[in-house]
């Protein structure tokens, strides 16, 4: 199946800084990324959807000015959470679906960061 | 958006003793995803349903897509350790899982 790369897989990051997360499509153009956020042994939280060129949409409840998306090539989709805080320190996983892949409705996710803001 | 509602949240059962989790939705679905997601792991792409009244099965594991189209189930049979983990539904398109089942097994 299609591969989808994220990196880091994990981040220590000072309170106040930001944080930028990577997710490549490895074989395969994707038009459309969607980013998760999971709590311990809690759901995938749809965060965003990432779309090539144009800006991202994102659910209600999620601060577009602090995390920012840009999906700047079909490959490519980055997540940046600025000035994070504590609070921010969560497992953020990010998926692709594979349009002209034998199974086009499958999404495959990036193997996760996991944030720890101290 | 459309939200998917799902039972039960915690499922723990003997080895060899089957398992079912329930999806449901107040909408009528264009299609339902299952995925599972083992512990410390991403979630990985089980079966799409399209049909009204869809069953598919995986050795093991049988999934099942209601008539009217708003509920989907997914059974395992004889459960082992290696079926551990957390089972979602995503409902249509949207990508928004619902809350998973967490399933652990005893040996």
């Known amino acids: 199946g299609a591969v989808v790369s994220q990196h880091p897989s994990w981040v220590i990051c000072k309170s106040g800084t930001s944080v930028k997360i990577e997710c490549r499509s490895l074989?395969?153009?994707?038009?459309?990324m969607f980013w998760y956020r999971q709590f311990p042994k809690q759901s995938l939280m749809l965060m965003a959807t990432?779309?090539?060129?144009?800006?991202?949409?994102?659910e209600q409840g999620v601060e577009k000015d602090k995390f920012l998306i840009n999906h700047a090539s079909l490959t490519l989709s980055t997540l940046t959470v600025t000035s994070a805080h504590p609070e921010d320190s969560s497992f953020y996983i990010c998926s692709a679906r594979d349009p002209d892949g034998q199974a086009p409705a499958e999404a495959f996710f990036g193997q996760g960061t996991r944030l720890t803001v101290v | 958006g459309q939200q998917v509602m799902q039972i039960p949240q915690y499922q723990h059962v003997q080895e060899g003793e089957d398992f079912t989790t329930y999806c449901n939705s107040s909408t009528t679905l264009s299609n339902i995803q299952w995925y599972k997601q083992r512990p410390g792991g991403h979630p990985v792409f089980l079966i799409q349903?399209?049909?009204?009244?869809e069953v598919k099965k995986q050795k093991r594991l049988t999934f099942q897509f209601g008539e009217a189209k708003k509920n989907s189930s997914l059974h395992i049979t004889a459960t082992q350790t290696t079926d551990v983990g957390t089972y979602f539904c995503?409902?249509?398109?949207?990508?928004?899982f619902g809350a998973g089942t967490r399933l652990t097994v005893k040996p």
């Open positions: 349903l399209v049909k009204s009244g």
């Open positions: 995503a409902g249509s398109y949207d990508m928004r």
């Open positions: 074989d395969f153009q994707a038009t459309t």
């Open positions: 990432s779309n090539e060129g144009s800006k991202a949409t994102y």
